[in-house]
């Protein structure tokens, strides 16, 4: 028998206490069976001080040299060894030597000797935060309470392959425009440095009048050999102020809204936020993990502190015995579609059915409008760097051209 915590309302009134059980379905069922809607359920600890210490001692000897993207591999492989019969200890063990000499590995090797010596699985992998968060450590909770770990591991790893997905399909969109931009402020600033004074030198001697563009041309050339350094020095001032005012909540929070009201940029964010949070909030419910705890993990993931403020007031509402989809639509953030398709489900009680097929929509989107977005930059990038180098072949030619003209 284990005791738990548990949040739940009744008669319209919140509920909260302790009960002991042998899971977490058990305290569910009980309190169903008196008419409750549990809104959440966790394993009360006993000993949070020792586990703390053992966090924090995993933290500082495997360090955080582990990626998304390994993590994201070695659930899905711990997803097929379970869904194949395979014990949890030799699965454990098998992907500690497929992993051996890793940091990964180290880490697997601890996991399983606290498995081991019979300690939950969802326990043991919160030892090590850094890799496996809330969110993670929520639904293989809920897969060990459910008898279903196998289930919940492949949602988990599927989850997890959508988000990473959707990550590099938004990066990899970018990197081409990104290249574009460096090498063409690179040509400018080159030519504007290095041929632009050899010509101008060379007009001075000449004696004449200089047509208008050239002398703009000369103009500006001079004003970058002379103020060059300025530019270095404003990235090494801007760049540190703009992360520190990213790393405060008051400042995030202006970034982050100023996002949503970007013209160009607001809806991609929209939509790629949506993706990530009804994914993740549609896995968790589909695996068992109550409906607040849901709201709760997810509110990290939407990758936008405007939107998750949206959601940890949703979740405030809903602890009070509010529907999910009132609070989004009050917000004004939250598009339609989405308030509309979480009203059915909460009506049809297929909540996490009606939350992957946004998340399914959202991710097509995000895929069409990265690609519509990516073939405008091109041609407008190519059009000013063209019209740029134009301006500057023409300005130095300009010269030449008149010169050959009055000795003609």
């Known amino acids: 028998m284990a005791t738990f915590t548990y949040t739940a309302i009744k008669e319209g009134k919140q509920l909260s206490g302790e009960l002991e059980a042998v899971d977490a379905s058990a305290v569910q069922r009980e309190l169903a069976g008196q008419g409750a809607k549990v809104l959440r359920v966790e394993l009360?600890?006993?000993?949070?001080?020792?586990?703390?210490?053992?966090?924090?001692?995993?933290?500082?000897?495997?360090?955080?040299?582990?990626?998304?993207?390994?993590?994201?591999?070695?659930?899905?492989?711990?997803?097929?060894?379970?869904g194949s019969s395979l014990p949890l200890v030799r699965a454990l063990s098998f992907l500690?030597?497929?992993?051996?000499?890793?940091?990964?590995?180290?880490?697997?090797?601890?996991?399983?000797?606290?498995?081991?010596?019979?300690?939950?699985?969802?326990?043991?992998?919160?030892?090590?935060?850094?890799?496996?968060?809330?969110?993670?450590?929520?639904?293989?909770?809920?897969?060990?309470?459910?008898?279903m770990l196998d289930q919940a591991m492949d949602r988990l790893a599927f989850m997890r392959e959508?988000?990473?997905?959707?990550?590099s399909k938004v990066t990899g969109a970018m990197i081409y425009p990104v290249i574009m931009l460096v090498?063409?402020?690179?040509?400018?600033?080159?030519?504007m440095l290095l041929v632009v004074p050899r010509f101008a030198q060379m007009f001075s001697s000449m004696g004449q009048k200089l047509p208008v563009a050239t002398r703009?041309?000369?103009?500006?050339?001079?004003?970058?050999?002379?103020?060059?350094?300025?530019?270095?020095?404003?990235?090494?001032?801007?760049?540190?102020?703009?992360?520190?005012?990213?790393?405060?909540?008051?400042?995030?929070?202006?970034?982050?809204?100023?996002?949503?009201?970007?013209?160009?940029?607001?809806p991609l964010v929209i939509q790629v936020s949506m993706a990530r949070w009804c994914r993740t909030l549609g896995t968790l419910i589909g695996s068992g993990v109550p409906l607040l705890s849901a709201l709760q993990s997810s509110a990290g993931v939407t990758g936008n502190v405007a939107v998750s403020k949206?959601?940890?007031?949703?979740?405030?509402?809903?602890?009070?015995?509010?529907?999910?989809?009132?609070?989004?639509?009050?917000?004004?953030?939250?598009?339609?579609?989405?308030?509309?398709?979480?009203?059915?489900?909460?009506?049809?009680?297929?909540?996490?059915?009606m939350l992957g097929k946004i998340a399914e929509h959202y991710e097509r989107e995000v895929d069409q409008l990265v690609k519509n977005l990516t073939s405008m930059l091109e041609p407008v990038m190519i059009l000013v760097m063209g019209a740029v180098v134009g301006f500057i072949v023409m300005a130095i030619l300009l010269p030449v051209f008149q010169m050959q003209l009055m000795a003609g």
Do not use: C
């Not at 703009?216 to 270095?232: A, C, K, R």
């Not at 940890?312 to 999910?324: F, P």
């Open 44 to 82: 009360k600890d006993s000993s949070p001080g020792e586990v703390q210490r053992a966090s924090s001692g995993s933290q500082s000897i495997f360090g955080g040299r582990i990626s998304y993207k390994q993590v994201t591999s070695f659930t899905r492989q711990f997803a097929t060894l379970l």
């Open 96 to 147: 500690q030597d497929q992993n051996a000499g890793t940091m990964l590995g180290d880490v697997i090797r601890t996991i399983n000797s606290r498995v081991r010596e019979g300690m939950p699985l969802s326990r043991a992998l919160s030892e090590f935060p850094k890799y496996f968060d809330t969110l993670y450590i929520s639904l293989v909770a809920a897969g060990e309470a459910g008898g």
């Open 162 to 167: 959508a988000q990473e997905d959707l990550r």
């Open 183 to 191: 090498a063409m402020v690179g040509a400018i600033i080159t030519m």
């Open 216 to 266: 703009i041309l000369i103009s500006i050339s001079d004003v970058l050999q002379q103020t060059w350094w300025l530019l270095p020095l404003t990235l090494a001032i801007v760049i540190p102020a703009w992360k520190k005012i990213g790393s405060t909540t008051a400042g995030r929070m202006r970034i982050d809204t100023g996002k949503l009201r970007f013209p160009a940029l607001g």
């Open 310 to 353: 949206v959601v940890e007031k949703a979740t405030a509402e809903v602890r009070e015995g509010s529907k999910l989809a009132t609070p989004l639509k009050e917000s004004g953030v939250i598009p339609a579609y989405v308030t509309e398709m979480i009203s059915m489900g909460e009506e049809s009680g297929s909540l996490d059915t």
